[in-house]
């Protein structure tokens, strides 16, 4: 059956002059990271919502947050890519691992370099690394959503072959020739990358709205573990429509045990289900929190 949709072919690029561009992709890690700024300030400037009505931090700290935020997702993501997917080829031609404009990063990774991040930066002004942690996790679906979107319009980390009306054909982008270009045997796939967007990005980011609305970050942990759990829980059933990593050997899967195949991204994921669990379960029985001032 034919795709029934057909992928918009927008260019990779939002400005490009010459060899010089700038990328989607770039502009979704920025307006993640600004937005997620302006988020997490604006929770720290009602103290009613943290415990005993206290912000863990002053608002005008999410600014210091944000620059070691970025630097931790920006090289966890990347260093995660390398030693998680690809460690072998990146091995055997080590100054390759600097060509991030190639694309090449690991949402594993940069969680990973975030929390790290988070710890560093809580320790150095003495705040709670949960709480902190909380905040974060409150505005990091705006980055996955915007990132879902920039892999679709980079027509890349598509779905398997379908039959479904909603199928899509993706073309490969030719830098040299500033086009896509189609062989004339590409199948229709799941966007996958869209199926992420709404889940792991819109939905998670609700959920988490409606959570600290409702008074979850008076309880530490509780978001933070919300968010992990959530996106854990997303991800292993979108691996089931997303294409499996071409550079896995066998079927593509990462792990195989009887009837259980795992992809790598899965592998990666359930470990976040699990702990976002136990965080949650942690966070709930906590001795309820104090009230907050009036």
């Known amino acids: 059956m034919l795709a029934q949709l057909n992928f918009p072919e927008w260019s990779p690029y939002l400005l490009r002059l010459g060899g010089f561009g700038v990328r989607w992709y770039a502009l979704a890690y920025i307006a993640g990271l600004l937005i997620g700024w302006r988020y997490v300030s604006a929770l720290m400037n009602r103290p009613k919502l943290w415990p005993g009505g206290a912000a863990p931090m002053a608002p005008q700290r999410a600014e210091d947050l944000l620059l070691a935020m970025a630097l931790g997702v920006i090289l966890g993501g990347r260093l995660g890519f390398v030693l998680l997917y690809k460690p072998g080829e990146y091995l055997a031609a080590p100054w390759t691992i600097l060509k991030t404009w190639e694309g090449g990063m690991s949402f594993h990774g940069g969680l990973i370099g975030a929390v790290l991040a988070i710890w560093i930066f809580a320790r150095r002004i003495k705040a709670s690394p949960l709480s902190l942690g909380d905040a974060v996790a409150c505005a990091t679906p705006i980055g996955i959503f915007f990132g879902r979107l920039a892999n679709f319009v980079n027509a890349e980390l598509y779905g398997r072959e379908t039959s479904a009306s909603w199928g899509m054909k993706f073309p490969l982008w030719d830098d040299a020739r500033n086009m896509w270009i189609y062989r004339g045997d590409e199948v229709a796939r799941h966007p996958s990358q869209l199926y992420e967007a709404g889940l792991e990005g819109l939905l998670l980011g609700l959920i988490l709205l409606f959570a600290w609305r409702s008074g979850a970050l ?77």
């Open 218 to 294: 008076r309880r530490p942990g509780l978001c933070a573990g919300i968010f992990l759990a959530g996106y854990g829980a997303a991800r292993l059933f979108v691996e089931n429509f997303r294409q499996m990593d071409y550079f896995m050997p066998g079927e593509g899967y990462a792990l195989i045990l009887g009837p259980l195949k795992l992809t790598m991204g899965q592998v990666y994921s359930l470990p976040m289900l699990l702990i976002g669990l136990g965080l949650v379960v942690f966070a709930l029985r906590r001795p309820p929190p104090a009230s907050a001032s009036a």
